[in-house]
């Protein structure tokens, strides 16, 4: 068995070393339901509290603002389904490069007599605020901006944009619910929701060494939602609560945000490895990267490359027979080829570029020689690859 | 043997001096499918499976997926005596009733004994009065009843419940051996089994280009291929590594002929393998003008490709039929998923619409990819699905 190189951080970090027993832990000691008013539910009900107390510190938040869910994707879907309870339907703003936790709801939004504006990266893969200004509308109701892209790792400048929504919201005399989905934020760029003047925000547990099925969504007030249950969770996200997930995910933000200068110095590194020898590749060309502008920030865990011809997919599949584990953002299917890179080419990459792209994140772990290494075995694999390929 | 079921064929009637092979494939095609031990015999142009399986629907569904069968009913045969008959058909009666709890129904009797004592009229009245009289909640209808309960006077009294619908056509097996071209796609599918409806056994063989193609794609075509092999009363799958012929067209070819070539790659291919299974015809889901490499022209280069017959079941048939009969047999869910059986860098962005056959067939050989195709059809491995 060869040694595995895992460079899909972005799409799933590992479980952090201490959490598989940790989690163990808190299943067998809270096993009441903490919605119960018995001792047991109780106790169970106080780990919930804590966890949230802790990560309201963390965030900059009160800790009602903070609403435990399943994940990213849920976060997301509540705020968005929210929208369907207005009365009287408005205009909404989605960036074209959102998770399509968000972007897929459109034609539902549509549907129920919605007016939809999308707006569009530039080729950088920012968000411009004069490309949003023309875009606010007296009725505009909801604005939605992912915080660092998935795919691109743009780093998008929220607070200018929050700034322009809100100067317009003040003269036109109507609230505008912004959200961020800020799941590849979290643990890998200094972000607090509670410092910005946003409404919501969703984050996910997995992307930074939590267990998966666990998610947060910062609110700043509570909203109207779709679906009823128990009332747990402020009757946001009703439904008995993940008590080990939670309280891990808890730990592994803690130890995240605790690290956050080190980890963000030591993924800047190996970007800057990763791209210098990515560079020296036949065949491999870096996307997004601050090419002639400093001021342009992109996520140091994440690098998007093509290596068109080559199908992104393809590749992936070639160096995972190796051991060594990427992601890609495309699919070299002919069916909905587009719906497959819509991000990057929403952020002026050509359809044959997006088909060969690929992205590569680091974590806390992640070495320079898993990268030498990568880099080594992606050269090998790709010039056998690009030999057949014209 | 607790469970009877009465068995009308169709297609197979017509058949004359040749009947009894039909007959012998269908009885046989029939117990394969059944876990526990069956018996059939043939009573008057009737088939009656008498089978120690007791899993009802098990047996509904091996006998509904049987080609060559048009229908068939639940049964239980009991003494003739009128008390038995009545018991017997208040039993389907309370079954039928869950389905249609307010429902009409009407009672349809045939004497083939003469000698027994009341007539056919007779049996109905009694046993429709009896239904009747046990559920006060139905009612007749003679024209258009919700379900009907048939009694036949035999040498037993036959009782028999609602009739299911079956596949129709003549038994797999009846009609010599081909080799079906699966793809992950809606059309192949279908193609293999309208054959299977024609009599026609099949192996298959599915052209995999990893890591061209996804893994996905390969369990989408086993997926396909065990939800068919019921229809085709079984079927081997051959999984033909089709990546270095691939990448040889990608590397000799001109890009625009590179589709078709590919085809008849897969067609010589298909026909290596058949001839150690004695497979003696290919299928393939083609349709008239549905892309590039299903035009006349395209059709009759790949055609050429081969010495054996290529059946085209689809050849008129509209999409929407073909999905309809998908959904029938229950492939078009599986079909639909996004695991795509050929990489876009193998698919031409202008592939020939009107090839010349003649150009195309020097094309192939200037390819010199025998002994690849050779290679991959000895390489190729047997995945077995039973019925």
Known sequence: MKNSIYLDWAASAPINADLPSFIADALLTFQGNPSSIHIEGKTAGIQIDNSRKMCATLLGTKPEQLVFTSGGTESNNIVISSLFRKKSKGHIIISAIEHPSIYEYSTTLKDTGFDISYIKPDLNGFINSNDLIPLLKPNTVFVSIMTVNNETGAIQPLKSLISIIRNFQQTNGRSIHIHTDAVQALGKIPFKPGLLDIDSASFSAHKIGGSKGTGLLYLKKPISVLSPGGGQEFSIRPGTENIAGIMAFTRAMKESLNKLNNNIKHAAYLKSLLITKLLKIDGVEVLFRSKTDDTLQYSSFIVSATVSPVPGEVLVRVLSDECIFISTGSACSSKNRKKQGRVLIASGISEKDAAGSIRISTGCSTTEENIIDFCNILDEKLSELKKYLR | ?387
């Open chain 2, 1 to 387: 043997m607790d469970n009877l079921y009465l068995i009308k064929i169709g297609e197979i009637s017509l058949k004359k001096g040749n009947r009894s092979r039909f007959e012998k494939q269908l009885r046989f095609n029939i117990k394969k499918k059944l876990r526990k031990p069956s018996r059939i015999t043939i009573q008057k142009g009737r088939f009656f499976l008498e089978t120690d399986e007791s899993d009802i629907k098990n047996i509904q569904y091996a006998l509904s997926t049987t080609p060559g069968l048009v229908g068939f009913t639940r049964a239980v045969k009991v003494k003739k005596n009128i008390e038995d008959i009545k018991t017997a058909a208040l039993d389907f009666a309370n079954e039928l009733a869950i389905s249609y709890p307010a429902g009409t129904f009407k009672i349809e009797s045939r004497r083939a004994d003469k000698g027994f004592k009341y007539t056919s009229y007779e049996i109905s009245s009694l046993i429709g009065e009896y239904l009747l009289d046990s559920i006060p909640s139905l009612k007749v209808d003679v024209h258009n009843p919700d379900w009907t309960i048939s009694i036949e006077i035999r040498d037993l009294a036959y009782i028999y419940g609602a009739q299911e619908k079956g596949t129709g056509g003549l038994p797999v097996g009846s009609a010599g051996k081909g080799m079906l071209l699966l793809s992950g796609g809606i059309d192949s599918p279908v193609a293999g089994y309208l054959m299977a409806k024609r009599g026609l056994r099949m192996d298959a063989v599915y052209f995999h280009a990893y890591p061209y193609t996804s893994d996905d794609a390969l369990l989408k075509v086993k997926s396909l291929a065990e939800k068919i092999a019921p229809y085709l009363s079984g079927l081997s799958l051959f999984v033909v590594s089709f990546t270095d012929f691939q990448l040889l067209l990608k590397q000799k070819a001109r890009e625009e002929e590179i589709t078709l070539l590919m085809r008849a790659g897969m067609v010589k291919i298909a026909e290596l393998i058949s001839k150690n299974r004695g497979n003696i015809c290919l299928v393939t889901g083609e349709s008239l003008s549905q892309v590039a490499s299903q035009t006349v022209e395209s059709i009759r280069y790949t055609g050429s490709e081969t010495d054996l017959t290529i059946f085209r079941p689809l050849i008129g048939m509209d999409k929407e039929d073909i999905i309809k009969i998908a959904k029938s047999i229950d492939t078009f869910e599986t079909s639909i998923l996004p695991f795509e059986d050929c990489c876009t860098i193998f698919s031409p962005k202008h592939p020939l619409v009107t090839p010349d056959r003649e150009k195309l067939k020097k094309s192939f050989i200037l390819l010199e990819g025998e002994n690849l195709l050779k290679e991959a059809a000895e390489k190729a491995e047997r995945i077995y699905f039973k019925p």
